[in-house]
């Protein structure tokens, strides 16, 4: 059974830098064929994806965060991490990460998701 | 640019269907999934592509696409399906961004 579960601190001051690690269980992240995903979502608000990773180590990343975030992967602890820059009370969100599955040339879908953590950007 | 639009909100009486639509030009070229979000909870990957449902999800849960529009039907709706629905697609092959659309609420009455 595939699980992914997200952990790292709750409160993050401004202009400090969020740290989230994706640990995940029942698939090795060394596979072919999965985006490695972090999606985040503001209170009441929809989903907005943030970037992933490939197990190749290829990342993309939402242009609107481009400039602030890295996503890297650990094979050796079947880890991936966040890591997002000079935060701002604006990046107060549930942080989530997922597995994207390449179904076909036209068809990806997020299969597999943590439980999110909530993230509060305060002093 | 990519983008997906949703209706913020639909409504349903108890046992009747409902369709939950998804735009953008993005889908002529790549299909939509969709994700069912209840409050607190993560979201739920409830269909995909031309025609797929993933193990465990209902079978009044369908999907179908055509032109810019996806769309998510549930037929015979029921209380545990009012939740905020997700459609989601990746931009194009050359701008591999994921996109997702705003979100429907869906409330059966």
């Known amino acids: 059974q595939v699980q992914l579960q997200e952990s790292g601190p709750g409160l993050v001051k401004p202009s400090e830098t969020l740290s989230l690690t994706c640990t995940v269980s029942g698939v090795s992240i060394n596979t072919g064929g999965y985006y490695w995903s972090w999606i985040r979502q503001h209170q009441g608000k929809g989903l907005e994806w943030i970037g992933y990773?490939?197990?190749?180590?290829?990342?993309y990343y939402n242009p609107s965060l481009k400039n602030r975030v890295a996503i890297s992967l650990d094979p050796s602890t079947n880890q991936f991490s966040l890591r997002l820059s000079s935060v701002t009370a604006a990046d107060t969100a549930i942080y989530y990460c997922?597995?994207?599955?390449?179904?076909?040339?036209?068809?990806?879908?997020?299969?597999?998701w943590g439980q999110g953590t909530p993230v509060t950007v305060s002093s | 640019s990519a983008e997906l639009t949703q209706d913020p909100a639909v409504s349903v009486a108890l046992g009747q269907t409902v369709r939950i639509t998804c735009q953008g030009d993005?889908?002529?070229?790549?299909?939509a999934s969709w994700y069912q979000q209840t409050p607190g909870q993560a979201p739920l990957l409830v269909f995909f592509g031309k025609n797929n449902r993933p193990p465990g999800i209902p079978d009044r849960f369908s999907g179908s696409s055509s032109g810019n529009t996806a769309s998510l039907t549930i037929t015979g709706a029921q209380a545990g399906d009012e939740a905020v629905y997700h459609c989601s697609s990746r931009a194009s092959s050359t701008n591999p961004n994921v996109v997702f659309g705003g979100g429907t609420k869906l409330t059966v009455l």
């Open positions: 990773i490939y197990y190749t180590g290829s990342t």
């Open positions: 993005i889908l002529r070229r790549f299909y």
């Open positions: 997922a597995r994207e599955y390449l179904h076909t040339a036209t068809t990806y879908y997020f299969d597999y």
